[in-house]
């Protein structure tokens, strides 16, 4: 199989980025928030040091720029989370459980599910998506049969529960990949074992890499 293919990539952009391959071999490393989990000033923050990064980084960025990134924007707002700003209602065991179940609903039909964090106020995901997944209707489909499970159970219908955009990342690289599992694997560390759930699997699939495009593929067997 050749390593060299076409593809397409497609940018789309509220508040923040949002790149996706029109093929169905990208991994993603994928950050939603519940609504109450940063305060505004917190935001502000977030905004300025990003702009300071990009404006110090123009892109097209290599590895290590990227993890650069992710250590200076994606860990430092993890940082601000891990403070336990908000409600942190899914500390507890029923409102992470509907997150659980619409997050694996589909695995194995509209994405395959490599690891996964639910914190107490934000959630952590590698994913592959399947050919003709959409990523922003397969998180919004997430987000929502979510939220209305939990605001049905705590009796708070039509409350917001997830900041309304998410962050993703094409992951490019073996490194790259390897940086997010054991991202995951130690972000609750801290934490009571009842507070939090964490699963990581076995890839089903090959990963090819194409140093042309520093794109990672992944290939069914």
């Known amino acids: 199989m ?16 949002h ?9 993603y490393w ?3 928030r519940l ?17 300071q990064f990009l404006a110090e980084h123009p892109k097209p960025w290599d590895h ?3 993890i650069l990134y992710h250590q200076t924007f994606s860990e430092r707002i993890d940082g601000w989370l891990d403070a336990g700003h908000g409600s942190c209602i899914l500390a507890d065991a029923e409102p992470r459980r509907h997150v659980i179940e619409a997050l694996l609903r589909f695995d194995g039909e509209r994405h395959d599910f490599i690891a996964g964090v639910i914190m107490p106020n934000h959630v952590h ?11 922003n209707a397969l998180l919004k489909g997430i ?14 219908t039509g409350e917001a529960v997830w900041m309304e955009e998410s962050y993703d990342h094409i992951v490019r690289s073996r490194e790259e990949l390897d940086h997010f599992r054991h991202y995951i694997r130690e972000n609750p560390a801290k934490l009571r074992p009842e507070t939090f759930w964490l699963e990581e699997r076995e890839m089903r699939f090959k990963l090819v890499s194409d140093p042309l495009r520093e794109v990672l593929y992944a290939v069914d067997e």
């Not at 050749?2 to 980025?17: A, D, E, G, I, Y």
């Not at 790149?19 to 991994?27: E, L, T």
């Not at 995901?125 to 990523?135: A, I, K, S």
Request: proline content about 4%; some cysteine.
């Open 35 to 51: 609504a109450d989990s940063l305060p505004q000033e917190e935001l502000e923050k977030l905004n300025r040091i990003r702009d």
């Open 2 to 17: 050749s390593m060299h293919r076409n593809f397409h990539v497609r940018k789309t952009c509220r508040n923040l980025p």
């Open 30 to 32: 994928i950050t939603f």
């Open 143 to 156: 987000k929502g049969t979510s939220a209305r499970y939990i605001n049905r159970s705590r009796g708070t």
């Open 125 to 135: 995901l590698l994913l592959r998506l399947r050919m003709g997944t959409e990523l």
């Open 64 to 66: 290590p720029t990227r």
């Open 19 to 27: 790149w996706q391959r029109d093929d169905a071999s990208a991994i």
